[in-house]
């Protein structure tokens, strides 16, 4: 963390490589940096960690990104995990994970490995282990890196809280000492690797009673590990905090950076990912909402995304995520820099949305609104209305509206000819506005400059555009003019090489200048000559409307498009229903950004319009096909918006790790299904071939059920 180190030695002798720029962007940017987590909070700096050596394979410091995967295959069948691992490998995988439950898994990894290495495949494996230090011990003289869990790796869950005085945590920690110990041991004797790898969902009673199952909990778990390990001396450990809410796993990553500098001075290797993310795109959102998030931060050296889809599939969404960064630090910043932040005004840690007075149905307590870009159409129909939740029906002249309706639309110099849905509202440009009657529906969007100079002004709401650090300009000049108008709706954009920050920025100033109109997030796809795929689409608005919101930033979205990529992406419409989503064959461009806008919001928890899906990736220990029940369970439920189902393959990681489920479809056996109530259990090894209808059953006892429309 250089200007950490720059700050502590109250010098910058260790900067003598940087230029003068960004020296003096340093100094600008050096705040109270107990409140920091990251290098920089005004542009892309990769934090720079220990390195860490697992096999040939670097990670790290200043090495590349890495990006893996896990198998889902048994491990005790030999050629189907090593044809498995091939496939992974050959997607791009640089580390392949193989789940190590038993002994007897253990020592299977020995002939796995020697398969792959017979066939020319050098690629490090890691076990990964819960419960079994008896197993990690064996992996680990094995392949080249384990992962431990330290919720469970000497603690069995057994959900209760109990009260530990501070001679019984004591003990505890002696234990974990005791048996953890032999492990550090043989990872130094044989050069391997680590994994302190905690989840929120499997943390230990002890942290439990004493954090309960906060990010803070989470830190703690590992940091118990860690110190541990480096008594030891040793060093090549690897960590991670993962969560099923990205929320949560943002701040605890955040926290772990702090508490490790702050304790030690320096930072071990991230492992960045979000558990259960689901599939299709929802788990594509849930996944780039927090990986990248913190990657914008310049936090994580290596990535998995944890998709119900074959392990192979995760790579492309890895390599999506991580290729974002490959020029961003070397970026010419001169022309856009953004100004140093002096004083954080919120808390980096925690969420808490920014306070603002409402304007119409904008901020205050509103949930975000999600405003469809339809100003590419060149004539606006009721079929274009359907791609953003409104379906007309000629007969009875009546509009179904879904739970995924669009608020706003945005149409250019278009004025609709005919009689709109009662609750949407459009919003045009100035001239646009000037003709239509109709001003309780049609509202104006201004640009900042424009908005102070016209007379011609809405007396409900004008949306006010206000460019973040688009060369080099100075996007504070209108603040205070606009500052608190009942009437201005602020949305903030940027074209900025770190659009991200260069929003978020923005933000700080509203907040440190007392600005309390509620702000539109208007995401557009980066400007550049590449084409992009719609998952690269996806990522790219996931990961920067998702960091806004995720820091309590925003009262609503837009994601837009140059004309460009629209036309691209037009061109190459089949991709849209690549990667496993689940769309229709009529699906509109205009359809994908409105069902991404609300995938993001229902990821930051912001706006909840649809039912959540917790399914595990599966593994080894899988005992259903988890592809084809999450499928079936989501046909049965998908119309039962805010309720959270998880769905894992196992009964001993499956219950911990479902963290905040209502409800739970849990594999207790060969054929056997255990559901849960949040952690309860209250139907025990039901059948499978009746526990879908079982589940419903669960459902309706409990007044989460109502009959699909
Ligand atoms: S919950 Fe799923 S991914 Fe986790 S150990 Fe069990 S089967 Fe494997």
Redesign the pocket.
């Known amino acids: 963390m250089v200007f950490l180190k720059a700050k502590c030695n109250n010098s910058f002798q260790n900067l003598s490589n940087l230029t003068t720029l960004s020296l003096l962007v340093l100094q600008m940017d050096v705040l109270d940096f107990m409140q920091l987590y990251c290098e920089s909070l005004t542009e892309y700096r990769r934090l720079k960690t220990k390195e860490v050596k697992i096999g040939d394979l670097l990670l790290g410091n200043v090495h590349p990104i890495r990006v893996q995967t896990m198998t889902t295959t048994d491990t005790m069948d030999t050629m189907a995990t090593v044809e498995q691992s091939i496939r992974c490998i050959e997607a791009g995988a640089e580390l392949v994970r193989i ?1 190590a439950p038993s002994k007897n898994d253990a020592e299977n990894l020995l002939y796995i490995r020697n398969e792959l290495r017979k066939r020319g495949y050098h690629t490090p494996l890691v076990a990964d282990i ?1 419960f079994t230090p008896n197993a990690a011990e064996i992996a680990a003289r094995i392949v080249e890196k384990v992962r431990v869990n330290p919720g469970n790796y000497v603690d069995k869950k057994k959900f209760e809280l109990i009260e530990y005085t501070d001679a019984d945590y004591a003990e505890e920690i002696d234990r974990i000492r005791d048996r953890f110990t032999p492990l550090i041991k043989i990872c130094k004797e044989y050069g391997t690797a680590m994994r302190i790898g905690t989840n929120h969902g499997s943390l230990s009673d002890r942290i439990m009673s004493r954090y309960g199952d906060t990010p803070m909990g989470m830190v703690e778990s590992a940091m118990e590990f860690l110190r541990i390990a480096r008594n030891e001396s040793y060093h090549n450990i690897v960590l991670s905090m993962k969560s099923s809410n990205p929320q949560i796993m943002v701040h605890a990553y955040r926290l772990l950076v702090k508490t490790m500098f702050d304790e030690f001075g320096e930072c071990y290797p991230l492992h960045l990912g979000v558990t259960e993310a689901g599939d299709g795109e929802d788990g594509r959102i849930k996944s780039a909402v927090g990986i990248g998030t913190l990657l914008e931060d310049g936090l994580g050296d290596t990535i998995r995304v944890s998709l119900t889809e074959d392990p192979e599939l995760e790579i492309p969404v890895c390599k999506d995520l991580v290729k974002r960064y490959v020029s961003r630090e070397t970026a010419d910043v001169s022309r856009e820099i953004i100004p140093s932040v002096n004083n954080l005004p919120y808390d980096p840690f925690t969420y808490q949305r920014r306070e603002t007075f409402e304007v119409g149905n904008i901020g205050g307590k509103h949930v975000p609104v999600v405003i469809a870009d339809l100003s590419k159409i060149e004539k606006i129909s009721h079929t274009h209305l359907q791609s953003v939740g409104y379906t007309y029906d000629k007969t009875s002249d009546k509009w179904n509206i879904s739970d995924a309706a669009a608020d706003y639309v945005f149409t250019g110099n278009q004025v609709v000819d005919f009689a709109l849905p009662g609750t949407l509202k459009v919003i045009v440009y100035p001239e646009a506005w000037t003709r239509v009657k109709d001003k309780t529906k049609y509202f104006p969007i201004y640009q900042d400059s424009g908005y102070i100079e016209t007379n011609a002004k809405s007396d409900q709401i004008n949306f006010v555009m206000v460019d973040c650090f688009n060369d080099g300009a100075d996007s504070f000049t209108y603040l205070d003019q606009l500052a608190n108008d009942p009437t201005v709706v602020i949305c903030l954009s940027s074209m900025n090489k770190n659009a991200m920050q260069s929003v978020r920025r923005m933000y700080v100033e509203l907040l440190n200048r007392g600005v309390k109109n509620p702000v539109i997030n208007i995401t557009d796809s980066p400007d550049n000559n590449r084409e992009q795929t719609a998952d690269e689409h996806l990522i790219h608005f996931a990961t920067e409307t998702g960091a806004l919101l995720l820091e309590g930033m925003g009262d609503g979205i837009c994601l837009g498009m140059t004309k460009k990529k629209y036309d691209q992406l037009v061109a190459n419409y089949e991709q849209l229903n690549a990667s496993g989503r689940n769309y229709t064959n009529n699906l509109t461009i205009e359809q994908f950004i409105n069902s991404t806008s609300f995938g993001i919001l229902q990821a930051t928890r912001t706006r909840i319009s649809k039912t959540e899906y917790i399914s ?7 005992l259903f096909d988890l592809q084809e029940t999450t499928a079936k369970i989501r046909s049965r439920t998908n119309h039962l918006k805010g309720v959270k189902i998880a769905i ?3 009964i ?3 219950p911990g ?1 479902m963290a905040d489920a209502d409800f739970g479809y849990v ?1 207790s056996g060969p054929g056997k299904i255990t559901l849960y109530k949040g952690k309860e259990i209250v139907k025990r090894n039901v059948n499978s071939e009746v526990a879908v209808d079982e589940l419903i059953n669960l459902l309706k006892e409990n007044e989460s059920w109502i009959e699909p429309a």
Do not use: L
């Open positions: 789940t819960h595990c990736p599966s593994c080894g220990r899988t894992m393959g196992c001993v990681n499956g790790e594999g």
